[in-house]
């Protein structure tokens, strides 16, 4: 079966840059998706079809996706940023989901 | 304003059933391809089910396939999870979520609802 691999946390400096990374085979040939969740929450998608952002999403958040490797960028990261960030993408009629990353703003 | 609320979800003993609801409103439910994503206490997001605008096709994850079946009613503008022989790996937060037709993305998602499995 597809998986997704996330490092499982990482740590960031306000307003310096955070970018997590999301690996899977050939991924660059499907839609990565990003989600972030905060503790007690739903998640929110915060990039799709691997750059574009939802609306009410911040021009912080960016992403991309290139080889096997998706990336989600955040400028200028602010401790709201604090959260739990997943990739998604879909495999043969299925979804998959990274393991998370938490990222520490601190 | 997009809206969706699981309810159903309790504690239930290895082996027992449960039913899961979601009720959306806010769009047009009958044109969204609908998810159910599970997050078992402490754990990630791991994806359970779709079922696509109509309900004429069904995926499921290896780990409950044959075990729960998704299905949908238009007319209710509800979503369905039919959990059965449950066991205590199904403990989690279940969430609905919506995605526009086409769509690789869950772009909206519920509060969830919790599911025990405990004797």
């Known amino acids: 079966s597809y998986e997704l691999t996330q490092p499982p946390s990482m740590s960031v400096s306000p307003g310096q840059t955070a970018s997590i990374t999301c690996s899977g085979d050939?991924?660059?040939?499907?839609?990565a998706s990003w989600y972030q969740q905060k503790p007690g929450q739903s998640p929110v998608l915060v990039i799709y079809?691997?750059?574009k952002r939802p609306s009410g999403i911040p021009e912080r958040f960016s992403g991309s996706n290139s080889g096997n490797i998706a990336t989600l960028t955040i400028s200028g990261t602010q401790a709201m940023d604090e959260a739990d960030y997943y990739c998604q993408a879909w495999d043969s009629s299925t979804v998959v989901f990274g393991g998370g990353t938490k990222l520490t703003v601190l | 304003e997009v809206k969706l609320v699981e309810s159903g979800g309790s504690l239930v003993q290895p082996g027992g059933s449960l039913r899961l609801s979601c009720a959306a409103s806010?769009?047009?439910?009958?044109?969204?391809?609908m998810h159910w994503v599970r997050q078992a206490p402490g754990k990630g997001l791991v994806w359970v089910s779709r079922?696509?605008?109509?309900?004429?096709?069904?995926s499921y994850a290896d780990s409950v396939k044959g075990r729960i079946t998704i299905s949908r009613d238009n007319a209710k503008n509800t979503l369905f999870l039919q959990m059965n022989s449950l066991k205590a790996e199904d403990t989690a937060v279940y969430y609905c979520?919506?995605?526009?037709?086409?769509?690789?993305?869950?772009?909206?998602w519920g509060q969830g609802t919790l599911v025990t499995v405990s004797s």
């Open positions: 979520a919506s995605s526009r037709s086409g769509s690789y993305s869950c772009d909206n």
């Open positions: 079922i696509n605008s109509d309900g004429s096709s069904t």
């Open positions: 079809e691997d750059y």
């Open positions: 806010g769009f047009t439910f009958s044109s969204y391809w």
């Open positions: 050939k991924l660059v040939y499907k839609y």
